[in-house]
């Protein structure tokens, strides 16, 4: 007997169809012996429907009746999957953020997780009772709905996992697992069968939207076990373990990418102590991430030119908050450039293995594929290059890291 | 300065659009200087999608689960609605059952409301915030979501009204008033200016759609006065108020009629004591609710036929639970018929005057309209007609009884 976790996303949950196939599903795992906890997000488009609500009524909105507002999507798939496994003859029922309790910090939209009180769930274990939990919500200390920020459902689930000292976290997508890179795009991608928690991370916060970050930055705090795997199809996914669990390494696991950045150029900025704080901390003061940031040796000691990326959605903003801060800088003029994409190989193996980055920029030279900005961790080579070379540039490094599929 | 609790109905509330009517209707209010707390609907079909999304999944379902789907619909109306009224700068927040409490019993899908814990909400009223209540919902002692049946916003107004010791409850809704019969079909009907708690219990509970019938008993029991009003026309409705604020009183104030219900005829039963009771308490038992009762005279002492109305949606079930005591009954037969329409007149005048039901028979008599059923109480007459005959006689009626307009 195990307990298990099990996560169903929108696309899973989209219909009444779907939601007793769900059902189906988790009674099977019931049949087992299992003991069993449902988390499920919003049917698809429910969120995205909320949310654009809200927008019509206002730009700058209240978080706390946004939360109130866009929480009401997880709620009525819990009761409806808890309905739904009833009519199969199982024991269930549906629980809200606010019952279980799982309480979150205050920050509305974007709570993280506290506390998160099991007793009653496990005690109706012990009944045979299967708990549906509404994702993505919980309840702050002034005793309002939060909501994890999009995608929270995932951090749910393995917040409960973790909580619950679950055997598994099993996330249900529109995807059967991990691929070592996006298949829609290079057709020898392959499946992975194992992940470590630090090369999903980096998939995941490079670009690869199987998982959200928060979740398995998560999961690898409370070493929980995650599968990813299709609530369409019936076959085993993507389990992200700890290292020690995968026996031969690849040095390289997965190519991620992102077209979710915006290149921003200063040019002849000051060359002077302090400069980058006087430029980075506007931006951290408006919550704009900076992700890479390269600043070019300065020819004449008085002057240099730096280029760093935001979040697309935050360009905008990023250059409204520079152009104010203009003559503070002293910087002579700024670029943006949206027409870039993030390209990131990844893999554990990296550590002990030299010759990684040489390969990548070597693979991309000989493509013709100019590289405008290089970052790298210890298990993770990024480049930015013009969006255009996207796919060219997936293939030859997937090709050039012997990751094709045979 | 006066506290005043403002009802919206789900067409009040359907689109993006009318919830800012709604917002800009309450700020009127607030700028006035009044003490504002606002009940709302879930969007027009929201509702009936939630319900009719648990009924695919199961007929028999769980009632706390459906519950905590339904309720959903009111829940993403109030933080909308308070987004609304914040974005016009009034100072709003929305309160979920549970966040309130309003407490009701635990019989899920039709709870009854116990007390209702105001303090917060009075103390904010005092820094100006305007209370925006999810209606239709409360919370059991189970601590799960309760629902109060179909229409239950006007119930958790009105109750909230009466726990707030407000001036007044408005319910805005899609008609403008309470008219002396359905303006549809006659089209002399009257708005009136004032109506009685008692004859609009029963225009509420004989057929008129315009007020939930609990809620006008509970408006009853508090002394609530409540007005009815539209939401779409700036115009004064309809008063539901105590006899005494009425001056001048009507012997007849209104006619209503329902389609809703069905009439059962058993021909033959055993003529001896107990007969009615052996029939209505298994009807009783399956919660099925007997409204006009008619048993002739036996003319041989032996057997005699028995004619009564149920709900037309309970007529199937009725029907089955008779047919299980056929013996035990000893009827010769079961007649149903659905096409038939009950047709009350209305008026606490009646309790002075005689002769109001010699002139329903006679009016209907003189328009060669049999009357099939007739039940009376001390402010109304109501009688069961062939359906077809429901427009001539409500117009022969109205005019009858010298309500048409000028």
């Known amino acids: ?28 795992e019931v049949d087992a012996g299992h003991e069993i906890a449902v988390v499920v997000s919003a049917m698809a488009g429910v969120t995205n429907q909320l949310v654009d609500w809200v927008g019509q009524i206002s730009r700058l909105h209240d978080a706390r009746e946004y939360d109130a507002v866009v929480a009401s999507g997880e709620q009525v798939t819990a009761g409806l999957v808890a309905l739904a496994l009833q009519d199969l003859g199982v024991n269930a029922r549906s629980w809200l953020g606010w019952q279980i309790p799982l309480e979150t910090d205050g920050v509305h939209g974007k709570a993280r997780i506290g506390e ?27 005793q309002r709905i939060t909501t994890l920020g999009r995608g929270g459902s995932d951090t749910s689930a393995v917040a409960l996992a973790a909580a619950l000292r679950a055997d598994r976290c099993d996330i249900f997508t ?38 959200q970050t928060r979740s398995v930055e998560m999961a690898m705090n409370h070493s929980v076990r995650v599968q990813v795997l299709s609530s369409f199809v019936d076959a085993p996914g993507t389990l992200v373990v700890d290292e020690d669990e995968i026996v031969e390494q690849q040095v390289v696991s997965g190519i991620a990418y992102s077209r979710d950045e ?33 600043q070019n040796v300065s020819e004449d000691g008085r002057a240099t ?17 520079l152009e104010q801060s203009r003559e503070q800088l002293g910087f002579h003029s700024l670029k ?16 002990s293995h030299a010759g990684v980055a040489k390969q990548m920029f070597q693979t991309l030279a000989d493509k013709g594929i100019n590289i405008q900005v290089i970052s790298t961790s210890e298990i993770k080579v990024s480049v930015l290059i013009a969006e255009e070379y996207t796919e060219l540039a997936l293939r030859a490094l997937h090709t050039a890291y012997g990751l094709d599929a045979a």
Request: aromatic share 4%; glycine share 8%.
């Open 1 to 28: 007997m195990a307990r298990l976790v099990l996560k169903f996303g929108g696309t899973s949950v989209r219909d009444i169809e779907r939601i007793k196939s769900v059902a189906l599903r988790v009674k099977r």
């Open 116 to 142: 998160i009180t099991t007793a009653e769930i496990e005690r109706r274990f012990g009944e045979g009772q299967v708990a549906v939990v509404a994702g993505f919500q919980g309840i702050g200390p002034d």
């Open 174 to 211: 529109d995807v059967d697992g991990v691929y070592t890179t996006d298949p829609r795009i290079v057709t020898k991608a392959r499946k992975l069968d194992r992940i470590t928690y630090e090369e999903m991370l980096e998939m995941a916060s490079q670009g690869a939207k199987v998982l």
């Open 262 to 294: 915006a290149k921003v150029t200063l040019l002849r900025v000051a060359d002077r102590p302090g400069v980058a704080a006087s430029i980075f901390g506007p931006l951290a003061d408006h919550a704009i991430n900076v992700d890479m940031i390269v």
């Open 305 to 321: 030119d730096l280029t760093f990326t935001v979040a697309k959605a935050d360009l905008e903003r990023a250059l409204a908050v």
């Open 336 to 351: 943006p450039d949206s027409n870039v994409v993030k390209i990131s190989v990844i893999g554990v193996g990296m550590r």
